[in-house]
């Protein structure tokens, strides 16, 4: 039962942040100074065309309907249409949440990869000249910025070797992983610096805990420790730091899926600037916030499904 | 008395405060002397030596119309630091203000405070920045409002989570007792045990807006193109890549320099200060 009363009162505590949300990306539209319309025209339509397309927005009703409106549309999944695509906004953003979503998932089970056996010797040989040579690639990983690293993987293993595609989704499960691996590559090495020093401090702290004491003095051997002991009570603060980066996560796939031409929500979103196309920048924004709403729920979630105490805080 | 102060303080800084102190010094004072250390301009094209690999007389080699990339890279330090530092600094001193202040007095001012952070950390940074861009057009002007509106909230929530726990301590208490107001508690005497996290972690805060102002910028969303930003200089060489690679991957390499500077000055500094948390969270 606590369980239930768990999930339910955090996901009512999503919705005055919800609300905010939709504040934010509805009032977006209204902020650009001018006429959104006219800009968006491109400052080439008559007034006859900027009347309709202000129809079609409701533009031209009064601020609080038009809100109401707004929030009604996008619990139905409305989200209006696209001004450059002529087509209705969900439909263009659902084309391409899966790719992203697929990408996102793809560059996060890729940095845990890297950054798991990283972290694990770090923190065994803590202070070390093995640690210090970690932190210093990790510095220098966390500095490079994704757009380049992107550029010089597509050159160096997509022109020059030919080994991985440089764009692309592809139509298969295999063929997806084959065409993100660059791209999720990319991402991975930004992010596993950030997770093999929280992983590594998380180690250390639970390895100085009673607990593990005892199950040295019951004479467990030091890789069933680790395994079992460290690293199960190490997860807890790595999920979080992976939640709490998720929002620099995305916005770093902005930039990569822009570099890889990858049909994601990422280079949608900068095409969309670049056209004006506010309707699809509104939908892409909530759209955005509520990933990130949901994979904090996701891993709340999770520290439940590892440590059944969050319960009774 | 003041040489051996300081002589002991530089004794106390671990080698990663050092190493990254002198590499930044370095890099500081290279973009302000930009100008005296090439001979070349960073504007001027030089149609009849465009592309040249690199040699001695353009150590980093020319672009598409010819400048000397080496000169474009070290003006660019100008660019990307200065945007980095006022984008750091600047939302940090009035988040530091607030999340003190949100953490000291609670109530409705809190409350007011944790909604709104809660809805800017909703937002991927980068998407909500875009989306202001979108709004005001791109620009260095559209970077400052738009990061200003957003990063303190980073502050906030350090420093008010900091001040939720030196606010129960004795020495607040005793400051209080004695019946100072509630400004000189909160920024005389509590400030400076609140404000060390927020120092560690505006050095990792400059990395990511430097990472921030490149990748806008090679967006298109950012400085505009004949400026030497670095972000754009990658942008510029990427149609070049395969025929000339140093147009795009000096100025990225100038990025990683920087970045892992600041960040060993931060994993110094996250020592030094009695962090610990290491300079990135």
Same mark, same amino acid.
């Given at each position: ?6 999930i339910?009162?955090r996901?009512?505590?999503m919705?005055?942040v ?5 504040l934010?990306?509805f009032l977006?539209?209204h902020?650009?100074?001018g006429d ?8 080439r ?8 397309v ?9 601020l609080?309907?038009?809100y109401l409106r707004f929030?009604?549309?996008?619990m ?9 695509q002529?087509?209705?906004?969900d ?6 949440l ?5 990408l ?14 990283l972290?694990?010797v770090?923190?065994l040989?803590a ?5 210090? =040579?970690?932190r210093i &690639?990790?510095i220098? $990983?966390f500095?490079m910025? @994704?757009?380049?690293? /992107?550029?010089? *993987?597509?050159?160096l293993f ?5 080994w ?6 592809g139509?298969t499960?295999?063929?997806h992983?084959?065409h993100?691996?660059?791209p999720?590559?990319t991402?991975a090495a930004?992010?596993?610096?950030i ?12 390895m100085?805990a ?10 467990l051997?030091?890789?069933?420790i680790v ?12 999920i ?7 929002g620099w996560?995305l916005?770093g ?6 570099v890889?031409a990858f049909p994601?929500? =990422?280079s949608?979103? &900068?095409?969309a600037? $670049?056209h004006?196309?506010y @309707?699809?920048?509104? /939908?892409l924004? *909530?759209v955005f916030?509520v ?5 904090n729920?996701?891993?709340?979630l999770?520290y439940m ?5 969050v319960l009774?805080? | ?6 002589r002991?303080?530089?004794a ?10 002198t590499?930044?010094?370095?890099i500081?004072?290279?973009?302000l002397f ?14 009849a030596?465009f592309l040249?690999p690199p040699?001695w007389r353009h ?5 598409h ?12 330090i ?5 945007i ?5 600094y600047?939302?940090?001193t009035y988040?530091?203000l ?5 953490g ?5 001012f809190d409350?007011l ?14 998407v909500?920045i ?8 791109p620009?260095v002007?559209?970077?400052?409002i738009?990061v ?10 350090l ?6 726990v030196e606010?129960g301590?004795d ?8 019946g100072y107001?509630?400004s000189?508690?909160?920024?005389r005497h509590?400030?400076p ?8 972690f ?11 102002v490149?990748s806008?910028?090679?967006?298109g969303?950012g400085?505009?193109?004949p400026?030497p930003?670095?972000?754009?200089m ?7 890549i395969?025929?000339a ?7 990225g ?5 920087t ?10 500094l996250?020592?030094?200060?009695g962090q610990?948390q290491?300079?990135?969270?």
């Amino acid at each position: 039962m606590a369980i239930i009363e768990y999930i339910l009162g955090r996901i009512l505590q999503m919705v005055p942040v919800l609300i905010g949300v939709s504040l934010v990306a509805f009032l977006s539209i209204h902020l650009v100074p001018g006429d959104p319309v006219q800009i968006m025209m491109h400052g080439r339509a008559t007034e006859e065309v900027l009347a309709t397309v202000r129809g079609e927005l409701g533009l031209d009703r009064p601020l609080p309907i038009q809100y109401l409106r707004f929030v009604g549309g996008a619990m139905v999944g409305d989200l209006g249409k696209s001004i450059i695509q002529k087509a209705p906004v969900d439909e263009i953003i659902g084309e391409r949440l899966g790719p992203s979503l697929f990408l996102l998932v793809y560059s996060a089970v890729l940095a845990v990869v890297i950054a798991l056996p990283l972290a694990v010797v770090a923190a065994l040989k803590a202070e070390g000249p093995i640690d210090h =040579g970690i932190r210093i &690639v990790g510095i220098i $990983g966390f500095a490079m910025p @994704p757009f380049w690293v /992107g550029l010089l *993987l597509m050159v160096l293993f997509g022109l020059v070797l030919r080994w991985f595609p440089i764009s692309g989704y592809g139509r298969t499960f295999i063929e997806h992983l084959w065409h993100l691996f660059l791209p999720s590559l990319t991402i991975a090495a930004f992010l596993a610096p950030i997770l093999v020093q929280s992983l590594r401090s998380a180690m250390l702290d639970v390895m100085t805990a009673d607990y593990i004491e005892v199950a040295r003095a019951k004479g467990l051997s030091r890789r069933r420790i680790v395994l079992k002991h460290v690293l199960r009570n190490a997860a807890i603060p790595v999920i979080t730091v992976l939640a709490v980066n998720i929002g620099w996560l995305l916005g770093g796939a902005v930039v990569v899926e822009y570099v890889f031409a990858f049909p994601g929500l =990422g280079s949608l979103l &900068v095409r969309a600037v $670049g056209h004006r196309d506010y @309707p699809v920048i509104q /939908g892409l924004s *909530l759209v955005f916030a509520v990933i990130v709403m949901v994979i904090n729920l996701l891993a709340d979630l999770s520290y439940m499904a590892i440590d059944r105490r969050v319960l009774r805080r | 008395m003041t040489a051996i102060a300081i002589r002991d303080e530089l004794a106390r800084w671990p080698a990663s405060l050092k190493i990254g102190a002198t590499f930044f010094l370095l890099i500081v004072v290279t973009g302000l002397f930009a100008p005296w250390l090439t001979p070349y301009d960073p504007y001027t094209q030089d149609l009849a030596g465009f592309l040249q690999p690199p040699s001695w007389r353009h150590p980093f080699g020319t672009d598409h119309v010819g400048r000397d990339v080496l000169t474009r890279v070290l003006h660019g330090i100008r660019i990307d630091l200065q945007i980095g530092f006022i984008t750091t600094y600047v939302p940090m001193t009035y988040g530091l203000l607030l999340g003190a202040l949100s953490g000291y007095l609670g109530g409705w001012f809190d409350t007011l405070m944790m909604r709104l952070l809660d809805v800017a950390v909703a937002f991927p940074f980068l998407v909500l920045i875009i989306v202001i861009i979108a709004i005001l057009g791109p620009g260095v002007h559209t970077i400052y409002i738009a990061v200003f509106l957003l990063a303190w909230t980073m502050y906030a929530r350090l420093a008010r989570a900091e001040m939720l726990v030196e606010r129960g301590k004795d020495y607040v208490l005793a400051a209080r007792t004695l019946g100072y107001p509630t400004s000189r508690v909160v920024f005389r005497h509590a400030m400076p045990n609140v404000i060390n996290s927020s120092i560690v972690f505006s050095m990792a805060d400059f990395v990511l807006n430097i990472l921030l102002v490149s990748s806008l910028s090679f967006l298109g969303l950012g400085v505009p193109p004949p400026l030497p930003e670095w972000g754009a200089m990658v942008a510029e060489g990427r149609d070049f890549i395969f025929d000339a690679w140093w147009i795009s991957t000096l100025p990225g390499l100038a990025i990683v320099v920087t970045g892992a500077s600041l960040s060993l000055i931060g994993d110094g500094l996250a020592h030094r200060l009695g962090q610990r948390q290491r300079s990135f969270l």
